[in-house]
């Protein structure tokens, strides 16, 4: 073949080898831990339907189950420690891996708020305690007592026994009618956090996480959702992750990160959360039979997944096509 015949014939064969560049539309979606995540996404969304950007949208949702009084796991009206301080942790993280951070804050309705005011207005990521809530007072947020009366006569209840044994999950009305559990006095379920994560009509991810963290817990005690790589992780070319449940376990295995790592592998989201789930049972194989931990991730293409310890966690979406409460899967039967 000569020379002239090669360069025709690779100018045939060339175009039909090139490969389809054209950009994808991103998929606007939010999703967030357990049923009450619906309310938040309902938040959330009527930002990303009007073109607002996924960190707006996520810290409106969360603003949303930190304001409501009768979840006794998040905010305001949150079950408090064990010496009957109302402690709340947060954390927020966008897509160019700003993130900011408070934990033990008191008196602060609204710590998604503060944590995203330390990622903006501070060089720092996380402020603890005392120093988190000056900082918040002089950006302008109000004191104010998040100890409701339901929540203080809990507490009450509490002290009868002092019994501290964390329970397995907040009670489903939609998925977790036929799981057996023992109430806390008072009635009270002693579950944690809402987690939610966002994806933007230019394809950007943004995340939080908010909690009053465990019912009854000892005065300091910090979960993991205020940590980032642990509670919540974010990577934009990737996808993004958030955990519920006994934080001490997702700490150990940095859990979040460890899903957007499996993903950036290759694992599919409900996938990389089943394995994360995997890694405490391996870890901690009697205790996991006894604690709940949930997995929440999506990835890049707006696909997601979540996967438990146990029966019971579930999961809020909402898209243009698309809002619903999913019942998680999980591996103990």
């Known amino acids: 073949m000569n020379r002239r015949n ?6 045939l064969t060339i175009p039909a080898l090139q490969i389809n560049t054209a950009p994808v539309k991103p998929k606007r979606i939010v999703i967030s831990t357990w049923d009450f995540g619906r309310a938040a996404n309902t938040a959330s969304w009527d930002i990303l339907s ?24 998040v905010g305001y009206g949150g079950l408090p420690d064990r010496d009957g301080f109302v402690t709340l942790d947060a954390c927020i993280m966008d897509h160019l891996s700003n993130c900011g951070s408070v934990m033990g804050l008191e008196n602060i309705k609204h710590p998604i708020s503060v944590a995203r005011k330390v990622m903006e207005k501070t060089p720092h990521i996380v402020l603890v305690g005392q120093g988190a809530l000056q900082f918040a007072l002089s950006q302008g947020f109000e004191k104010e007592n998040l100890l409701t009366p339901s929540s203080e006569k809990a507490w009450k209840e509490w002290l009868k026994t002092s019994d501290y044994k964390p329970k397995m999950n907040i009670e489903n009305q939609l998925f977790n009618k036929s799981t057996s559990f023992v109430p806390m006095p008072g009635g009270i379920d ?14 950007n991810i943004s995340g939080g996480c908010s909690t009053s963290g465990m019912a009854f817990k000892l005065r300091g005690r910090v979960g993991d959702s205020p940590i980032i790589g642990a509670g919540l992780f974010v990577d934009n070319e990737v996808g993004a992750a958030t955990s519920t449940g006994v934080g001490e376990e997702v700490i150990r295995c940095v859990g979040s990160h460890l899903v957007v790592e499996l993903m950036k592998q290759g694992y599919a989201p409900e996938a990389a959360c089943r394995e994360a789930v995997m890694r405490i049972v391996k870890k ?22 979540a996967y438990a310890l146990q029966k019971g966690f579930s999961y809020a979406v909402k898209s243009d096509e698309i809002e619903t409460v999913i019942p998680g899967k999980y591996y103990y039967q």
């Open 284 to 305: 901690s194989p009697e205790k996991s039979k006894n604690i709940q931990v949930g997995f929440l991730a999506i990835n890049k293409k707006g696909e997601y997944g």
């Open 190 to 203: 002693n579950h944690d956090t809402i987690g939610l994560l966002a994806i933007d009509k230019v394809g």
């Open 6 to 11: 090669f360069l025709r014939l690779s100018s």
């Open 50 to 73: 009007k073109g607002g950007s996924a960190l707006d949208a996520v810290e409106a949702g969360i603003r949303i189950p930190e304001a409501d009084e009768s979840n006794q796991t």
